[in-house]
């Protein structure tokens, strides 16, 4: 890996995330037409999050980044934590 | 300017930066979505059931695969395989396109219902029910438009390549469009869930 | 010497002449002129406002406008000052003319983004000039725009909104390019820990600009589609919450204060050091303050809300984290003055502005804590003790730091120099006049005076007359301080290189700086931004 540009991740790894990503589709639909109460919410997020750290790290390059752009994540992800989690000590005990 | 610089990493990281401020502008939606859930969830269940759940399903396949076939472009760009890489665009962009007619006649269906943001028949339902679709159209509406800034974006994108100024060295400007088009899908993939199939 | 044909360096440098080459320049150094330009008439523009409140205020009932009036004005002195002057102030100005030049680069990572985030400053601030003067008359909600009386009033709201969705945009815009600038371009030897602590705040304001702006472009945009389509959001009949509003609207607006006056406390690092002859007193710590009162500034916004019915944990919360902002901020307090311990002190204007700085924001941060208190916040909410104490951190803060910035570096952007006396008296002017107005202000707060009233009781007129008083002499002092600088900086002296024996990269280069700010060569760094063994000030 150069500095300036990333070795071309192979067709194939991508049509792999792209099944797992499909895959994962199904599962949360399906997940969703059960009744487990407010878990349901949890395992749709859940499924979502992978989803998503799937397309971040593969789709977008990110593992092939360095370590700037990780830690650039992490703290966007960190703020946005905060600023939703502490809008709930409002909402949640008003 | 008289020296010309180039740093393919900075114009990568400037666009990650960009994407932080995108998710962040959605945010504000999320964080209303999640205050009004934790408030109304029957509401919100019982309106999440009027939304049709096979346009949403074949929504986020397409959206999905349109997300592949921009990353595959990135890489047939980096092998140098031009015409690969438009054809990928093209498909790209047809899927772009098929998402919004989708949405359209969604959209549609549910307006001819009576709902839609400020309507009378909306608010009948109630509190819960009328802030879950008021949500739920400006948080899809925002998203739609991101779909056509996109296709744009990549449609720009892919005149630039066949007109060469986009090549197997100087591949920025696609991967940024990659970039842009792949945080349109992960909204999507949050967008999904919690609007279509909260029970 | 001759008339102003002696502007050399990048006022004369262009690919283009004339307008054009303003116009369309991707030089940081041109855009930053720009953008001073600019935010000066703001500034100007907004500042007699504020002298019309002030003159309203001097007496009870009427006395030069009429309540509508009133309300339209004081919101209309808030956006220009917040969205077009504090907000890109020190950051958009100085950091464009500097930031480059401080890390030994030829430009910003984005010279086209940056032009792009000045003309969406401009058409922001077309905008707002049209919301004012256009259609339905001038929004009157205040610089808030609190729901629900923003959804309901006739006035030009939407567009108003519009403006500041567009100079959030430009000011993100300008985050990105710095956050990246300072990641990449970097010149050789420049170590993280030889950045100068300028370089550091407007990193960590950058950051700030990136992850907070978007939130207030939500906000706003959702208040116009209230407007528009009436859906209810913020509307407790149709399931929506007033008070969600202003969560969303401080969790941009409680950090954009920290954009107006983190790159203003880095103005002040670097100009203390070079009047006190000594290295900045606790580098690491004061780098590392900036990033943690970045960070810390995101946790704490509903510190504005204690009165709105929020739920008491939240209060609590809230109050606790207000306090830890105190933390990083009395660092950097307390390591200017150790850098000026024992220092070789010279009382050169900049450092005038630089001092009144400190003084200003210990009283305006001391204030904080009083309204961080949710006990006592509960007395002081919407009194104009709140109204001072903003004015105190702000602009004897911010607008102060940008004074002190336009003292120190402008003589470097032009070449020339002002009459250091003139400039002194407009400082005491200012700074007495400052503290009158807005200590008479914090006072009738603590009496009970309510902020943005129209009318208000007999016993308050007294405090208010002082008040008005106060505002005159800041006039004055404004005055006697622009018409100094704007004489100087064109007909004044020549100066060298290095007129205060400053020892950043900026110093070591030609006044005016050239296009592409180094010559041939790329700087190398071999030492620390404030070694000041063997740095010589210029005779001028």
């Known amino acids: ?94 | 300017m008289s020296i010309e610089h180039r740093d393919d990493t900075g114009a990568r990281f400037g666009m990650w930066l960009f994407l932080y401020t995108e998710v962040i502008l959605f945010s504000g939606l999320f964080i209303l979505y999640s205050m009004a859930l934790s408030k109304f969830p029957q509401q919100f269940a019982e309106a999440s059931h009027k939304l049709n759940i096979y346009f949403g399903s074949i929504n986020t396949i397409v959206l999905l695969t349109s997300s592949l076939t921009i990353a595959l472009a990135v890489t047939a760009i980096q092998l140098g395989r031009i015409k690969q890489t438009l054809i990928l665009c093209g498909v790209t962009v047809a899927l772009a396109l098929l998402f919004l007619v989708n949405k359209y006649f969604e959209w549609s269906e549910e307006i001819g219902h009576g709902i839609y943001p400020g309507s009378e028949h909306l608010a009948e339902m109630g509190p819960g029910v009328t802030n879950f679709f008021n949500l739920y159209y400006f948080t899809a509406g925002l998203h739609g438009l991101h779909v056509f800034i996109g296709a744009t974006l990549i449609s720009v994108v892919a005149v630039m390549t066949a007109k060469g100024k986009v090549t197997s060295d100087r591949y920025t400007l696609l991967e940024n469009s990659a970039l842009y088009w792949h945080l349109v899908d992960l909204v999507w993939i949050f967008l999904f869930p919690l609007y279509y199939l909260i029970l | 010497m001759s008339e102003k044909t002696t502007y050399t360096g990048f006022w004369q440098e262009s690919p283009r002449t004339g307008i054009l080459g303003w116009l369309l320049t991707t030089d940081h150094k041109r855009i930053g002129i720009m953008y001073l330009g600019c935010i000066i008439t703001m500034f100007i523009v907004a500042a007699i406002l504020g002298l019309a409140i002030r003159l309203e205020l001097i007496a009870p009932g009427r006395t030069i406008m009429d309540a509508q009036t009133y309300n339209a004005t004081f919101t209309v002195h808030g956006i220009i000052m917040i969205f077009m002057f504090l907000i890109p102030s020190i950051p958009a100005a100085f950091g464009n003319l500097l930031l480059p030049i401080h890390i030994g680069a030829r430009d910003v990572s984005f010279p086209k983004l940056n032009l792009l985030s000045w003309y969406c400053y401009i058409v922001g601030g077309l905008l707002a000039v049209i919301a004012i003067f256009g259609g339905d008359g001038a929004p009157d909600t205040g610089w808030t725009f609190y729901v629900p009386f923003s959804t309901q009033t006739n006035t030009n709201v939407s567009l108003a909104a519009f403006a500041a969705f567009m100079l959030g945009f430009s000011s993100i815009l300008t985050g990105i390019n710095f956050v990246t600038t300072v990641h990449r371009l970097r010149c050789k030897g420049m170590k993280w820990g030889r950045l100068p602590l300028f370089v550091w705040t407007l990193y960590a304001t950058a950051w700030i600009q990136v992850l907070a702006t978007p939130m207030i472009g939500i906000t706003l945009v959702l208040i116009i589609l209230e407007r528009t389509f009436g859906a209810g959001l913020f509307d407790v009949a149709r399931g929506g919450d007033p008070i969600l509003y202003q969560h969303l609207f401080w969790i941009y607006s409680h950090p954009a204060v920290y954009i107006m006056i983190l790159p203003g406390m880095g103005v002040i690092s670097e100009i203390i050091p070079t009047f006190s002859r000594k290295p900045l007193f606790g580098y690491w710590a004061m780098a590392l303050s900036s990033l943690a009162i970045a960070f810390a500034g995101s946790l704490v916004w509903a510190h504005h809300m204690y009165a709105s019915g929020m739920s008491d944990l939240a209060i609590l919360i809230f109050s606790f984290l207000t306090f830890i902002v105190a933390i990083p901020s009395a660092i950097k307090v307390f390591n200017w003055v150790s850098t000026l311990y024992k220092g070789s002190i010279e009382l050169a204007p900049p450092m005038w502005f630089a001092l009144a700085f400190i003084f200003n924001f210990a009283i305006g941060g001391l204030g904080g804590l009083a309204l961080g208190a949710a006990a006592s916040d509960i007395h002081l909410h919407d009194t104009t003790f709140v109204v001072g104490h903003f004015h105190y951190v702000m602009f004897g803060g911010g607008g102060f730091a940008l004074f002190a910035a336009m003292h120190y570096w402008l003589p470097k952007f032009t070449g020339r120099m002002y009459n250091h006396k003139m400039a002194v008296i407009g400082w005491a002017l200012l700074f007495v006049g400052f503290n009158v107005t807005y200590m008479a202000m914090q006072a009738v707060g603590i009496m009970g005076m309510p902020r943005r009233y129209y009318d208000y009781i007999p016993e308050f007129t007294t405090l208010n007359l002082v008040a008005t008083l106060g505002s005159w002499v800041m006039a004055v002092g404004l005055i006697i301080m622009f018409a100094n600088l704007w004489h100087g900086l064109r007909k004044g002296r020549p100066v060298g290189k290095n007129p205060w024996g400053g020892a950043t990269l900026e110093w070591d280069i030609p006044s005016p700086p050239p296009l592409e700010n180094f010559g041939e060569e790329d700087p190398v760094v071999t030492k620390g931004p404030y070694e000041f063994k063997g740095v010589v000030a210029d005779e001028y």
């Open chain 1, 1 to 94: 890996m150069s500095e300036h540009t990333h070795e071309p991740v192979p067709y194939r790894t991508f049509i792999w995330i792209w099944l797992a990503l499909l895959t994962l589709t199904g599962i949360t639909i399906a997940v969703s037409r059960i009744n487990l109460g407010s878990l349901n919410i949890w395992v749709a997020l859940g499924v979502a999050s992978i989803k998503s750290s799937l397309v971040i790290f593969v789709f977008m390059h990110l593992r092939q980044e360095s370590k700037l752009f990780k830690i650039g994540l992490l703290v966007m992800l960190t703020i946005l934590a905060v600023f939703i989690g502490f809008t709930f000590f409002d909402v949640l005990y008003r």
